[in-house]
């Protein structure tokens, strides 16, 4: 029970919360903070304001952790819970970046066992399963992209685009030199029109040259023809790149349905990098505020000594002022 009922609300407790937001990386922390509310628990109080300190002091330490990108593993591990569904390349990236992350986090409380205790109970009895990295960089590249050697299949087609456009560039740029030779093209040089490659003819001599008419130009005395032999070439360039699309699903589905089984480690790693976001949060708002790890009691007694509330506190340093504070016993 909380007495008054508006006492919350008199003590600035939900700005205090929506500036501990500001600093969350992530919707998921911020959603924590939301939640945020009055605890009475010994224990609970205890353990909540000891992982703030831990991370206060990283923070002021200047620690080498690095949080400064994850995403939404909920999301990601609920989307691949149904057979046959896949992620994208870019959510594929997501998760490779989040795990990334998550392991870097764990390799550094491994490393420093013992100093920080509570955080390093966030992640107590979570493994590195570093498998799924490698099922992913089997298929992405450092960037995020599908890597032409993803299948055999893949790169054959990739192949045989690459040779299909050389062709297509080929036969055009002769084409094109035939046609400026007999004086048939406008000015200008070849352009692309409905995302294919054109000559500019002079519309007087349309008829000269066998081809398809993508589009003409406001005056209509020029044409903007694609030759009748580069259109078919063009054409099974376009049927590999239908090909090339469905490699791709294919090999997204395969690699989804690899990273299948991990669902719920997932899940733990997204519960990991929530609640670190969290801490990560308060610790950050401490330091803004100057705020140190008060002694706790199982007792119903207060003794604040030179305290200063942190909203006061932020509002006249901004106006280069000094809060005057208080003894309250």
Not at 198 to 220: M, Q, T, V, W, Y
Request: hydrophobic letters at 40%; a neutral charge; one cysteine or more.
């Amino acid at each position: 029970m909380i007495y008054p009922e508006s006492c919350l609300e008199r003590l600035g407790f939900d700005e205090v919360k929506q500036r501990i937001s500001q600093y969350c990386l992530s919707p998921m922390g911020r959603q924590l903070v939301s939640k945020m509310q009055v605890m009475t628990k010994y224990d609970q109080i205890n353990k909540f304001l000891r992982q703030t300190k831990e991370f206060k002091s990283i923070l002021e330490n200047q620690e080498p952790l690095q949080i400064s990108a994850f995403y939404d593993l909920k999301y990601l591990a609920d989307k691949i819970r149904a057979e046959g569904s896949y992620l994208v390349e870019e959510e594929l990236f997501q998760m490779y970046t989040s795990l990334q992350t998550v392991f870097t986090v764990i390799r550094f409380f491994e490393d420093r066992q013992e100093i920080y205790p509570n955080l390093e109970a966030l992640f107590e009895h979570l493994p590195m399963e570093k498998n799924i990295l490698k099922k992913i960089e089997t298929v992405l590249d450092p960037k995020g992209k599908i890597k032409p050697n993803a299948s055999p299949a893949l790169l054959e087609i990739i192949g045989d685009i690459a040779k299909g456009e050389q062709e297509v560039r080929k036969r055009m740029d002769s084409i094109y030199k035939m046609a400026v030779g007999r004086n048939w093209v406008a000015d200008g040089s070849l352009t692309i029109r409905d995302g294919r490659m054109c000559i500019p003819l002079l519309a007087e001599n349309k008829r000269k040259l066998k081809g398809f008419i993508h589009d003409e130009s406001a005056s209509g005395q020029t044409v903007y023809m694609e030759p009748e032999e580069v259109f078919t070439l063009n054409n099974k360039l376009r049927d590999l790149e239908f090909d090339k699309r469905r490699e791709v699903i294919r090999i997204l589905i395969a690699l989804t349905n690899d990273l299948r089984p991990y669902t719920a480690l997932l899940l733990s790693y997204h519960g990991f990098l929530t609640k670190l976001d969290f801490v990560r949060a308060k610790a950050l708002f401490a330091i803004e505020v100057e705020a140190d790890m008060p002694v706790l009691l199982k007792e119903a007694k207060t003794r604040l000594i030179n305290a200063r509330h942190p909203l006061l506190l932020l509002s006249f340093r901004e106006e280069q002022r000094t809060v005057v504070p208080l003894n309250i016993h």
